[in-house]
């Protein structure tokens, strides 16, 4: 390839048009990029040395350097109007291929490589952390792009942004995040999409995930055998909130043996774990409600004790007086205030119309006896009590099978004998209307206690 430096005066047959004589300076090299190079340089030299090549009428100062190619293609180069003086020095080689020709800052020219001037695509060598980086000098944001798209954005004040320009944590991902690693975060990490850790996350710090609860959080899969583990010190803990309330059906969450949370129904829970309101299949002789140390147990109403089984001698208090004294072990129940037989007539009250009857007396404490109106007194016979200690208290009413009363017939009434195998009294007893009776039951008899005749 060859190139034509064109001066005013040139009239060879390229630059006939242009000039009136013939003078040429042809350049050619077998690279072109070279060849245009090195024919500036050369133009240069001729500018400041004043010299002149091949013909001496070329002018020393012209306003504008034109190169032609073989075809007719020009090349101008200008100086522009109002342009400073200043000088250029070239190098002193011809420098390496891919280098740039630059300029010190003070008029000497110099070839550079382009690895020690930008970052090029197949990377580069050399570098220091301290001086080289990639970004800004100024307060400007740093955009980097894909297909024209920007895909990253680092802020002015440090934050990073993917798939997004807006933001306010330090990292923020808008998208799906997928690490196959490890990741360790110390800062604020803001995700408005989908985490997905290959070989594990580890956040340090406080950490808020879902944290306007307009989302849903899933943590491991169907196949993972434990899919979170909570690992704390032994003065932390793990805090649930937001939960709704539930029903007894709903299931609750429990640790096993291994420290593995299980599910369980609330019901199941407190049948297997507790007694439950509404009562529980227990297992006889396994199953207990007390202590498994040797303290009271106490029982309360309106948090206040009403009854105490104390913890060494299982003597059992209703009320809150002491104990007597010197009667720990002695005194098995002590009742504070009265103490009161409730009669139910639906179990209790016991008619006698025959001349012989037997009552069943059974776990009874009480007997309401009516005996009908006719004037002779109802033999009764008692069946045996059901354990050593139990009391039992007759109360006769006489006059008609509904209970009332006929004024001065002393006859009506229930007659007990002594001569019974079960029964220990000081005689017969014949009870009649408004007398009572105390019996307690021992062993295989009923000892009399106490007898009140009320006669008329």
Same mark, same amino acid.
């Given at each position: ?26 350049? !050619? ?7 245009? =190079? ?38 101008? =180069? ?50 220091? !952390? ?33 798939? !997004?320009? =807006? ?58 055998? !434990?899919?979170?583990? =909570?690992?704390?010190?032994?003065? +932390? ?28 129904? +609330? ?46 001698? +299982? ?92 004024? +001065? ?48």
């Amino acid at each position: 390839m060859e190139w034509h430096f064109l001066c005013r005066h040139c009239s060879c047959p390229r630059c006939a048009p242009r000039g009136k004589s013939r003078k040429d300076i042809a350049i !050619s090299q077998q690279r072109p990029y070279r060849s245009g =190079i090195r024919a500036v340089l050369v133009v240069l030299v001729i500018l400041m040395a004043g010299a002149s090549v091949g013909y001496a009428q070329l002018p020393i100062m012209t306003r504008d350097m034109k190169f032609q190619e073989a075809t007719g293609t020009t090349v101008s =180069i200008v100086a522009s109007s109002g342009t400073d003086a200043y000088t250029l020095t070239l190098p002193k080689t011809t420098g390496v291929s891919q280098d740039l020709l630059t300029s010190d800052g003070g008029g000497r020219l110099y070839w550079t490589s382009p690895n020690n001037a930008m970052w090029t695509l197949v990377g580069n060598s050399g570098t220091s !952390s301290l001086t080289n980086f990639l970004g800004t000098t100024d307060a400007q944001p740093l955009a980097i792009r894909t297909n024209n798209n920007e895909v990253v954005r680092i802020t002015s004040d440090g934050l990073v942004l993917i798939g !997004s320009s =807006i933001g306010s944590n330090t990292l923020d991902v808008t998208g799906t995040f997928s690490a196959t690693g490890n990741s360790s975060i110390g800062g604020t990490l803001g995700v408005t999409g989908l985490i997905t850790g290959g070989n594990g996350l580890t956040l340090t710090g406080p950490t808020l995930i879902n944290a306007t609860g307009s989302a849903t959080t899933t943590i491991g899969t169907t196949e993972a055998t !434990s899919a979170l583990t =909570i690992l704390t010190g032994a003065t +932390g803990g793990l805090t649930l909130r937001g939960i709704s309330s539930g029903t007894a059906a709903d299931e609750v969450l429990m640790l096993n043996a291994s420290n593995r949370v299980t599910k369980i129904t +609330g019901a199941n829970l407190i049948a297997g774990y507790a007694w439950a309101l509404l009562g529980n299949e227990i297992t006889e002789g396994l199953n207990f409600i007390g202590t498994t140390t040797p303290k009271r147990l106490e029982f309360r109403v309106n948090n206040a004790e009403v009854m105490r089984v104390d913890g060494a001698t +299982g003597n059992v208090r209703i009320g809150t007086a002491p104990l007597l004294p010197n009667d720990t072990t002695r005194v098995r129940l002590q009742v504070e205030g009265g103490f009161a037989t409730v009669l139910d007539l639906t179990r209790d009250l016991i008619v006698t119309e025959r001349t012989d009857t037997t009552i069943a007396v059974g776990n009874r404490s009480m007997l309401y006896i009516l005996s009908d109106n006719i004037p002779t007194q109802r033999r009764v016979r008692l069946s045996n009590g059901l354990t050593s200690g139990q009391r039992l208290t007759l109360v006769v009413r006489g006059g008609n099978s509904g209970g009332g009363s006929l004024p +001065g017939a002393s006859t009506y009434g229930i007659r007990l004998l002594s001569a019974d195998s079960n029964l220990t009294i000081s005689g017969d007893a014949n009870l009649e209307d408004g007398d009572t009776m105390e019996l307690i039951f021992i062993l295989d008899q009923w000892y009399e206690l106490r007898r009140s005749i009320n006669d008329p």
